[in-house]
């Protein structure tokens, strides 16, 4: 003959136990609630709530936190099945403080999903798991489930998914796990962990939305009544476990990197007159040269003639001064006859070029978003004169993060090599899930 013992060791208990002393938070309804049975599931209720909107806000810590609650309300259902049928305010003190502050401890989580107190008191819930437990004067001693690890579920390429059930007292007996109509034996049992290992196929996962995933950790002990067990009697004693099953997609990234481009300015056209006067009997000759302005060079394939003109003289462009730094011009005159008299000769040029400058600048791109799915590994090659870089993510509950290079993220890795210009990113798997 089975019987059946709900079992659920409180991660809230902490924030309980500091509420006990305060009766100021009570809510009237559990008060006015006609029987035991009737604030118990009050209580469930709440703590289904919150279960759901932690699960909507990505909030691990509430919704283990609500999971395990709703667990401690039924733990004491089990162990005062006689009274369920009273009237609330037939209960003793202790009795009626139980569900007051922990509908209050539930309410203000609601209110808050999640506060600095309560990520204290699951930060030390492993150091004083055996004293609640000690404590827990609403219930015998028997299978207690701390937490699962993982407690988030992510699509993955792997056959298998192993589940490990943590808590205290789990081998007093045989074990197993449902979910789904399925039912999974342990591949490992120890006095603290259960360890399942189930198909990847069990799992489905919505691909546009997350999912609550429900299952329950049966562990069948001898029982607790003596005259039973006498008998060789025994009971299943069902432990509530949940998961938060994510989409495929750990969320979108963009990428938006600046390059340092040569720019090249271009000036208008610039000219120049060329002049040289001579009286010399002989042919003599100016060099002159052309610089550009300070900063600026010399666009050597736009040097061209523009204009010339004078009387006994000649000129030429020297090719073995023509360079971006400047050219040169060699103008020559001699003295002339003009009617019975003499003078000097003469010659002018005009030349035209342009002048260039080249700099850098900075040129912004910005990539596509695109999906980063959950196992996947993405590797970018940047160009060669990238300059800066800037990551932003977008994961699947909303929130966005920015990163100016290797960087790690909420739920993604980021890793940028400045010598390469390769930049790889990868999901990020919290270690608390």
């Given at each position: ?158 056959t298998t998914i192993t589940v490990r059930v943590i808590g205290l007292s789990l081998d007093v007996g045989p074990s197993r796990m449902t ?218 509950a909303g929130n966005s993060q920015a990163a100016a290079g290797t ?27």
């Open positions: 003959m089975n019987a059946t013992i709900h079992r659920s060791m409180p991660l809230l208990f902490l924030l309980i136990l500091t509420s006990l002393f305060s009766m100021n938070n009570a809510h009237a309804v559990i008060t006015e609630m006609a029987t035991v049975a009737a604030s118990a599931e009050i209580v469930k209720a709440e703590a289904n709530e919150i279960m759901d909107a932690a699960a909507n806000r990505f909030d691990w810590s509430a919704m283990r936190a609500a999971n395990e609650a709703r667990g401690l309300i039924e733990q004491w259902q089990v162990a005062n099945r006689g009274l369920l049928d009273h009237a609330f305010k037939s209960l003793d003190g202790s009795q009626q403080a139980f569900f007051e502050n922990l509908d209050s401890a539930l309410q203000n989580l609601h209110k808050d999903l999640i506060t600095p107190e309560m990520d204290r008191a699951q930060k030390s819930v492993d150091q004083v798991d055996q004293l609640v437990r000690d404590l827990a004067w609403w219930a015998d001693h028997g299978p207690v489930v701390l937490r699962t690890s993982p407690s988030v579920l992510t699509p993955t390429k792997a979910m789904d109509a399925q039912t999974y034996s342990p591949i490992g049992t120890t006095p603290t962990e259960l360890k399942f290992e189930l198909p990847a196929s069990a799992i489905a996962f919505s691909e546009a939305s997350h999912q609550l995933q429900r299952a329950t950790v049966t562990v069948t002990r001898p029982s607790s009544a003596w005259y039973r067990r006498v008998f060789g009697s025994t009971e299943d004693v069902p432990l509530n476990i949940a998961f938060l099953k994510l989409p495929p997609s750990a969320g979108t990234y963009k990428v938006a990197y600046t390059t340092m481009e040569t720019m090249r300015a271009v000036s208008d056209w610039k000219q120049r007159e060329f002049y040289y006067k001579s009286g010399s009997l002989s042919r003599s000759c100016n060099m002159q040269m052309q610089r550009p302005e300070p900063g600026w060079k010399i666009d050597i394939h736009s040097i061209g003639y523009v204009t010339e003109w004078g009387a006994s003289g000649s000129y030429r462009i020297l090719p073995e001064w023509i360079t971006p730094e400047g050219f040169s011009v060699s103008v020559c005159a001699e003295r002339r006859r003009a009617g019975f008299n003499w003078g000097p000769g003469e010659q002018h040029v005009v030349y035209k070029w342009r002048e260039y400058h080249d700099h850098d600048e900075p040129v912004p791109h910005i990539a596509e978003a695109k999906s980063l799915l959950w196992g996947s590994r993405l590797v970018e090659k940047l160009p060669d004169n990238t300059a800066s870089i800037e990551i932003t993510f977008e994961d699947f960087a790690r993220l909420s739920y993604a890795q980021i890793s940028y090599a400045k010598d390469t210009k390769q930049l790889t990113i990868e999901p990020r798997v919290p270690a608390n899930w």
